[in-house]
């Protein structure tokens, strides 16, 4: 922008000279003068403020440019963020990237403006609280966070808990459970600890439930109670009426007398009590036999009561009076069969009809309560999850061929005999491959595809959790289209990683002992033609490793991420998770052989750049390499000396890298470099010329160094300068960090 100033004051300046050797009539001013000033300050004002943005959120530019100018937005890195028509930016994952703002107005020279957006992952809490347990009990912990979670008994005497929360209580004390959240493109990683405390089972008191049976009072109507009043039976007292007894008069005979024994007829009314007396049963002891699931009931089964009971006579289950606690849990009919209803605990309570003895009241009949366990029906899975598969192993494992029948590797534990036929598979596109009921997956077009696996039935933890767990699969054999257009610079790492190894050079102490006795050396400048070929030559890494498309004697036996020549240093792996300042720190491992931590005290290097290439998708793949390229020259120096040797730079370029040409020039117009092209006799300088890049970079110490493009490109016509861009971008501060990197499978050369 400072130079545009100057420009545009040189230009005034030049007119305003001419203006004194230019004839004029007296009274009359040069309108040639004047036209042309007004031209020159036609230029659209336009300003706006670098962005901070949470993944997963969104944050509108504030741009202002001159009344009447039309804006378009255009971002530099859709996967670390998007940019709407109307200037809205959407955080898409960690790391910074460049929103270019073009202001366009009729007459008006068009102006370019670039802020930095830096996107931070948001903070996530753990839903999860403190719990008491009985000893014994078993309880899924029911832990709720954006990522997935894994926990941590700090005492697994007293409560341990498995990969998906579910706890068992094993004896009295107290443990502290940690719940942690993993990481991910949008979310920080958490973790919360909670007490579970575990107590003694409480006993079971019968007095509660024996006083409770008192609502349906089913003793106070029992007939069997009032048995014993013989004397109403005996209605036999009405026909011994005292008019017929004298009938014997009629017979004088003395035999005749002995009949008086029959006229005390109460001696007959022993003839019905001789039915229910000896019938009357009393029950003297009851229980419910407690066995191996006699007290687990399913939803919609009926199961038998387990009632056992000791009486002087023939009782029958008929002879209780059977009541639920919760019949909206569980109903018992007169037979005490239980029906379950819903899922729930509930008490069965049987009362005799009967005392436990003939001199017993209705007070005295006894009273068993039984404890039941209505469930939902469940399968007899424990868990299930798709294995984590990343790095070179999700290249083929993860990638389904057109055709192709897969197996999609769900793994399943189980409590008995659950099985695969207890789960359902879905495919969230057909279209792109389906899924079979045993879970086997065919390639139908090419794309991404989820496959989701869930149990048909609950699980065994609660009775009503259904267990599901996804992965994702590429389908179609990869592109090298879809591997360029998918790669990613981290600038920020890179530009951490280059500071990081001129600490190193320039202090011993601070390197690992194993490079310590190499020299002292000055730091290294930053410079842009050397990051460019860095660039290049991750990236032709990375595309390789996908499409396995090395050339003869290219890919190195050791790691083919790190792959080199002379003048560069390499290393790279699987799984980094790791971003910005974080990962770049770990271009320590430089200095952990003598081979890398020579060539980085090398005093005959004077510049250097290192790249970090990323690239990852959604079936897993997440592929690092991080390249140094040192040069003893400047970029002006070696475009010399190449040209002294009849090449142009960028020929010497694609030469030493060992790149293919085309794929060299694809790298650099994907990734907007364009050092060794800036000629317009170049044989690709005109896949750039329609958009002059212009860059300015900050670095940690604070120094900038810039190369605009766009001084160099007038039209044919006018040779005047068609667009005037402006370039602003500001160093964020990072998060302290306590270790250099986490999660980072290094493998180096």
Known sequence: MKNNKLKALAVALVLTMSAGMIPTTAGIEAPALTTTVEAA??????????????AGKTVKINAKATKGAKLSYKTSNKKIATVNSKGVI?????????????????KYKTVKKTITVKVVKQNQSIAVVNQNLTAGQNKNLGAKAKTGLTYKSSNTKIVTVDKKGNLKALKVGTAKITVSAKTSGIYNKASKTIIIKVVNKAPVKPVTPTKKPEAPKPTATPVPTRAPEPTKVPDPTETPKPTETPEPTKVPEPTATPEPTKTPDPTEAPKPTEVPQPEISYVTSMYFEETAKTNVIYVGESKKSTLKWEATGNTTLKDFVFTSSNPAV?????????????????????????????????????????????????TEIDSMYYPSITGNDAITQKNIGIGEIKDCTLKIETMGSGSISDVAFTSSDPSIATVDENGKVTGKKAGYVTITAKTKLPSEMDGQTILTDSTTYHVGDYTYEEILNGLTADLEASKTAHNVLNELRQDKTKRPVISQSFPVAEARDWCDACYQESVVRGSRNIICTMLNSWNAGEKSTVNPLATHGGNQNGYGGDGWEATGAKLGKAATEFFYDGGHAANQTNVNDKYSATAVVQYK??????????????????????????????????????????????????????????????????????????????TEDTFTDGST?????????ETAETGQQEETEETEEFELSSEEETNAVSDVDVTFE
Not at 41 to 54: D, N, P
Not at 90 to 106: H, R
Not at 628 to 649: Q, R
């Open 41 to 54: 300050a036609k230029k659209i004002t336009l300003k706006a403020s670098s962005k901070k943005v949470y």
């Open 90 to 106: 959407t955080g898409k994952s960690a790391g910074t990237a460049k929103i270019t703002i073009t202001a366009k107005k009729s």
């Open 330 to 378: 569980a109903t018992v009919d007169e037979n005490g069969t239980i029906t379950g209803v819903s899922a729930g605990d509930v008490r069965i309570t049987a009362t005799s009809k009967t005392p436990f003895s003939a001199a017993g009241t209705k007070d005295d009949c006894l009273t068993a309560t039984y404890k039941y366990h209505i469930k939902v029906r469940t």
């Open 617 to 694: 998708n959604a079936a897993g793949v997440n592929l690092t390499s991080m390249i140094a390229t040192m040069s003893p020259y400047s970029y002006e120096k070696e475009k010399e000396n190449a040209l002294s040797n009849s090449v142009s730079w960028i020929a010497d370029s694609i030469k030493g890298l060992y790149v293919p040409e085309d794929q060299y020039y694809d790298i650099c117009k994907h990734f907007g470099l364009s050092y060794g092209m800036e000629n317009a006799t170049d044989v690709q300088a005109d896949v750039f010329a329609s958009e002059p890049v212009a």
């Open 705 to 713: 160094g810039a190369v605009n493009i766009t001084d160099s490109v």
